[in-house]
């Protein structure tokens, strides 16, 4: 009987696959590198609330960190910005350029209220700002939050007014008010959740006192556009002209009695942003030439020229063969991102454990077993979904494995439940080699996000194991 068990157990051990916690693979140190990690993670995230912001903490600590705008200087190490919306960082490899780049592509975008172009009005002696949402979010979450206003406005003589308000403390916040429970019964709760809050009904509480002279038309409103214009030279024209995003207001948090978890707004997608910035930092004499990019408007489907979808890849890219005193072809530049290598680098769904449902526990990613690799992405029958070869898997995992990195595979969610999609097949058209790889959240697309330490750790882990492809293996 024991020579059986033991056989059972051997062959336990040789066959089955056997994830394991992370937690349980750390060590001391480990784990105190994992928490360390999370302290500059959550600065980035209280920097970076939009896309702008995180374009300007990303090129502040690239040139730190020795990176020369592209065109402007020399060396190995590069940047470009995109519009103030996008930022791409590069470092040479010692191969050509020709032999492929390898690329970690994340999103610096996040669900949010915009205001509407024009959008402040008056109603029963209060101000409000319109709002329009941006990307997915559950309207519900966005009413009696305390919102911070961030962006940027131009005035007619084309300056720019940087906008960041309700951040800092004794800052004033805003607020999409929400009914009481008393009197929400017929207008709420016996509605659909999807319906019981109208996006014309998220609008943001912002003053209250009135113009001095009885005689003046909605005198809240002018005594608000008064103080704009003698604090910041505003006038009401000036918003059509704007780009303001409401956020949350809360900073970034520990999360736990043991503090095992980062809460914050915005971890999908600027976890794998800060992962990425941090691994490409690293890379200081890569085999192959590293990209990082950092793209807008994930978030509603890779649009616009600031999105996946533009061309800034290419032009960064011609940049890069610039620098090396070489004026590539557009074959040779076709060439060069179809020999490339690139992780989809996007956050996923943990398994909720009130929502087992709609996960299917086997395939789905788990809190803190490691980052995350999703083959596939999109919906029902895979459809919308860039799909990386079982080649290109067998190979990131066989470097996940050797660098000794925790990783799991994923799908999001259940076959029938939804699903989703990522940069990947806005690369995948260059003929690269892509595959979705980032961090597992709980509560994603809502105001606070939930993220485990041990896998934001093993998220860079990743993404520097990727930077090193080819060094010594
Ligand atoms: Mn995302
Ligand atoms: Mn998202």
Redesign the pocket.
């Known amino acids: 009987m024991a020579e059986a068990a033991k056989e059972r157990e051997q062959l336990e051990e040789r066959l089955k696959l056997k994830p394991k916690p992370v937690w349980d693979r750390y060590d001391e140190a480990m784990r105190e590198e994992a928490f360390s990690f999370s302290e500059g993670y959550k600065a980035f995230l209280d920097r970076a609330k939009t896309e702008r912001e995180a374009v300007e903490a990303i090129k502040e600590c690239a040139q730190r960190e020795g990176f020369a705008e592209i065109g402007q200087g020399e060396g190995r190490r590069f940047y470009a910005v995109n519009k103030e919306k996008a930022i791409a960082l590069a470092v040479l490899g010692k191969k050509p350029l020709r032999e492929g780049l390898r690329i970690i592509v994340?999103?610096i975008d996040s669900p949010r209220l915009d205001l509407k172009q024009n959008p402040l009005y008056e109603d029963l002696e209060m101000v409000f700002l319109r709002t329009h949402y941006y990307g997915g979010i559950k309207k519900y979450h966005w009413v009696a939050q305390p919102l911070a206003l961030h962006g940027v406005i131009v005035r007619a003589d084309g300056s720019k007014l940087s906008v960041k308000i309700g951040e800092e403390e004794g800052e004033p916040v805003f607020t999409c008010c929400d009914l009481l429970p008393h009197l929400a019964r017929r207008t709420q709760e016996e509605k659909k959740l999807k319906e019981a809050i109208e996006a014309e009904k998220l609008t943001a509480l912002a003053g209250h006192i009135p113009y001095p002279d009885e005689e003046a038309k909605e005198r809240v409103k002018l005594q608000v556009l008064k103080l704009l214009n003698e604090k910041y030279g505003l006038v009401e024209e000036d918003f059509l002209s704007a780009e303001l995003e409401l956020v949350p207001a809360a900073k970034a948090r520990d999360l736990g009695f043991d503090r095992s978890f980062v809460a914050a707004y915005g971890q999908?997608?600027r976890v794998?942003a800060y992962c990425a910035l941090r691994a490409i930092i690293e890379a200081k004499e890569p085999e192959f030439s590293t990209l990082a990019l950092f793209l807008d408007k994930?978030?509603i489907g890779s649009e616009g020229n600031t999105g996946a979808k533009s061309r800034f890849i290419e032009l960064f890219v011609i940049g890069l063969f610039r620098v090396l005193g070489q004026e590539p072809s557009e074959a040779l530049l076709k060439e060069v991102l179809f020999r490339s290598k690139a992780l989809s680098a996007?956050?996923t769904a943990g398994v909720d454990p009130n929502y087992k449902d709609v996960h299917e526990l086997q395939n789905n990613a788990r809190m803190g077993y490691g980052v995350a690799l999703c083959k596939f992405t999109g919906a029902g029958g895979k459809y919308y979904s860039s799909d990386a070869s079982a080649e290109y898997v067998g190979e990131i995992r066989e470097l996940l494995n050797r660098e000794g990195i925790a990783w799991q595979m994923t799908e999001l969610g259940k076959v029938d439940e939804g699903g989703g999609g990522?940069v990947a097949k806005y690369l995948a058209i260059y003929g690269m080699d892509i595959i979705d790889c980032?961090t597992p959240l709980l509560s994603m697309h809502s105001p606070y996000e939930v993220a485990s330490k041990a896998d934001i750790y093993e998220t860079f882990r990743a993404y520097r194991a990727f930077y090193r492809w080819g060094e010594g293996g």
């Open positions: 994340s999103h999908d997608d794998c994930e978030e996007d956050v990522t980032g």
